[in-house]
């Protein structure tokens, strides 16, 4: 399987980084886990477009994560000569932000509708609500759900996507908790969402103090990987924005709490995992 961070940004815009957003793939399996900004400039460069998604998988709903939503749902439409329902996975509330999102969308899907004679229905999405413990097959893979700790936030999911010969943990933002760890045990790669806590004590401003206590440290991703025995700790999310001469200080602090192999770097760094 490979996993691509397609956005390894923040809420806070960066000119070199697109918003949280990663890719996992493998035979027969073409999975977008959340939609951040820019996702489409970043998954054309790695080579890939809408039309082939088999899913959307949304950890949360916070808006850095789902803001370019309709772009997603939009473009895979127009892109599509043989459109195939978009699957949309995500925890309670992903049915009202799509539909609002839907509804967002509706003139321009009459413009095209009225323009193009080959254009007949609007975009078609199939959206499924998930609960901790839920379990289903996307593509080629087979995905567990289990919850996060990302309060106040909530309802909010990690996703363990499984194919033959790999299995990848998508954590999204949160601090470490023990259903993660579960979920992680034993996977091949854990995806995680990171902040410097040291550099963000040092910016006196209230509201960005406030992030702290909800987003896991490098060394709390660090040490979950290491509870549950992963192979590869892959870091994304970067608050604040990793700068390219400190990329050896946030690996180096990963590196002292994890033995395993460490992915950290710009927008679409990849990684393969597993043997196949
Ligand atoms: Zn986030
Ligand atoms: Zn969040």
Known sequence: MRITLLGTG?????????????????DGLCVLID??????????????????????????????HICDLGDVITTRWVMSTDPRPLAIYGP????????????SLARDVRYRIDHHRDLN????????????GDSFGVGSAFVRVAATQHKPVEPTLAFRIECTHASAVLGGDGIPCDTLDQLCSGADAY??????????????NARLQDILNYHSTVEQAAQT???????TLVLTHYVPALQPAQEGEWRARAAAH?????VIGDDLTAVEIGTS
């Open 92 to 103: 309670a509330g992903t049915q009202e932000v799509v539909e609002l999102t839907m509804r």
């Open 258 to 262: 994890f033995d395993g192999t460490i």
């Open 121 to 132: 229905d609007p975009p078609t999405v199939n959206v499924r609500e998930l609960e901790p």
């Open 225 to 231: 990987a290491t509870r549950a025995g992963v192979g």
């Open 10 to 26: 923040s809420p806070l815009p960066d000119p070199n980084r697109a918003g949280p957003s990663t890719l996992a793939t493998a």
């Open 35 to 64: 939609c951040g900004r820019g996702v489409l400039m970043r998954l054309a460069a790695a080579g890939v477009y809408p039309v082939v998604l088999d899913g959307l998988l949304i950890t949360h709903l916070h808006s850095d």
């Open 191 to 204: 995806v995680q969402a990171v902040i410097r806590d040291d550099l963000v004590k040092l910016v006196p």
